[in-house]
């Protein structure tokens, strides 16, 4: 139960407000009540305010941290954790060889079990407390991944009928029928997700679309990732009836009911004119996953880059995602920095640290209908945030800059953004302290 009474946190905080504003303390003090955040002020101000209530026992200095809303993970695979760092020669290749074998093994409710009291206790310990999650085909590895996962979660067993391994392909009736029973099971919680439209049946798309628009569910998959997934894609729906003059793989998604406001479609790098009006007018958000579609030497599918522009211009929502196995680290700093740094190298303006940040966690909550509860320090939202401890002699005088020399200070250490975060506070508890 959270506290009723108040606690108070002082550190350098930052409060993301927009792409291009986030508000920034030098000095400041968190006040939380009920889980809730009450007040977020300059220190000295807070001390004058508070001073009667302030003690020893409800008040946590954490010194020279940055403090900041937790993370969205907009796309990942929670089952793919074993392959993120496996050889990425091609997206198609990849999933062939290294990880539809990984996710064959979550049959076993034993080893789903296992992997998940792992996996989802790394993530509260990157960070991440909200977001859309894909889980293998198994019913059983979805109600494990719903049983551990810590945060405010959407998550989905993939859809296969065609075109997918023998041990990891179900009927159409079998996937609808387990649709049905999830939605009715987890409600909301539940995400509708057709691994894409390579391996998930027309029939099963558009009648399990209907479920979750039915339930209010979030729907997700993956759209446009590279050139050759395209050119396959269109080549199985030519000889599908019903489909044989369809022109784009948006436009498969359009018929099948899969876009929509509550619809978030991974990657999206490859997309004409058209399907960008198409995810416009139907409201649908695309997921940007930066260090996945990264070149092959950073350890990317190397599937090419996301042009935020373009979409913007047309009027597309998006936000980041990890998209581990695909991307290799779950760290959004990781994710913030490969956003920032494959736009600088294209000398693309924009991409800045605060945009990166703004992504992952308000922009996100605002996808998700959850901006009223979560997404940034505004009163009354929960009191969901990291503590991440800054080097000794980064003294930095806006958000930008303390993002920035955050992030650059383990850029060459990919790995070690995993390590960074102290604490990670979910409705006003801490999920994960570093011992
Ligand atoms: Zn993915």
Redo the contacts with the bound molecule.
């Keep these: 139960m959270a506290s009723q009474k108040y606690m108070f946190y002082k550190g350098i905080f930052l409060n993301p407000i927009s792409d291009t504003k986030c508000d920034f303390y030098s000095q400041g003090l968190l006040v939380i009540k009920a889980g809730k955040v009450k007040n977020l002020l300059p220190y000295a101000k807070g001390l004058k305010k508070y001073s009667l209530e302030m003690t020893k026992a409800n008040t946590k200095d954490f010194g020279h941290s940055l403090i900041m809303p937790a993370f969205f993970d907009m796309?990942f695979?929670w089952v793919q954790d074993d392959v993120r760092e496996m050889p990425k020669d091609s997206l198609l290749e990849w999933l062939e060889k290294y990880t539809f074998p990984t996710e064959t093994k979550y049959a076993k409710a034993s080893y789903a079990k296992q992997k998940a009291k792992t996996f989802f206790k790394k993530l509260s310990a990157h960070g991440t407390i909200a977001g859309a999650c894909?889980s293998s085909i198994h019913e059983n590895a979805l109600k494990i991944a719903m049983d551990e996962v810590k945060g405010d979660f959407v998550i989905g067993n993939v859809l296969m009928n065609m075109n997918s391994p023998k041990e990891l392909t179900q009927t159409n009736e079998e996937s609808l029928r387990l649709t049905k029973k999830l939605i009715k099971e987890y409600g909301t919680r539940h995400c509708f997700t057709p691994r894409f439209a390579i391996t998930t049946t027309p029939e099963v798309m558009s009648k399990g679309s209907r479920l979750a628009d039915k339930a209010k569910c979030f729907k997700q998959t993956?759209l446009s990732e590279t050139p050759a997934e395209i050119d396959f894609v269109l080549s199985i729906y030519k000889k599908i009836p019903g489909f044989e003059n369809v022109k784009s793989y948006t436009e498969i998604y359009e018929k099948t009911g899969m876009l929509g406001k509550r619809s978030l479609m991974?990657h999206g790098i490859h997309l004409n004119d058209k399907e960008l009006k198409l995810l416009h007018k139907t409201k649908t958000t695309v997921i940007h996953c930066p260090t996945s579609n990264a070149p092959i030497k950073e350890k990317g599918l190397g599937s090419g880059l996301f042009n935020f522009k373009r979409l913007e211009k047309a009027k597309v929502s998006w936000a980041l995602g990890s998209?581990i196995g695909?991307g290799p680290f779950l760290s959004m700093f990781d994710v913030i920095r490969s956003f920032v740094d494959q736009n600088k190298k294209k000398k693309i303006s924009g991409a800045t640290y605060i945009k990166g940040l703004n992504r992952c966690t308000l922009a996100s909550a605002e996808i998700m209908g959850t901006a009223k509860h979560a997404g940034n320090f505004k009163k009354n939202k929960e009191a969901n945030f990291i503590v991440v401890p800054l080097k000794k002699n980064i003294m930095p005088r806006n958000a930008e800059e303390a993002l920035e020399k955050l992030i650059v200070s383990q850029k060459n250490l990919r790995k070690n953004y995993g390590a960074m975060v102290s604490h990670t506070c979910f409705k006003g508890e801490f999920i994960f302290k570093k011992k």
């Design positions: 796309h695979h894909y993956h991974g998209d695909g």
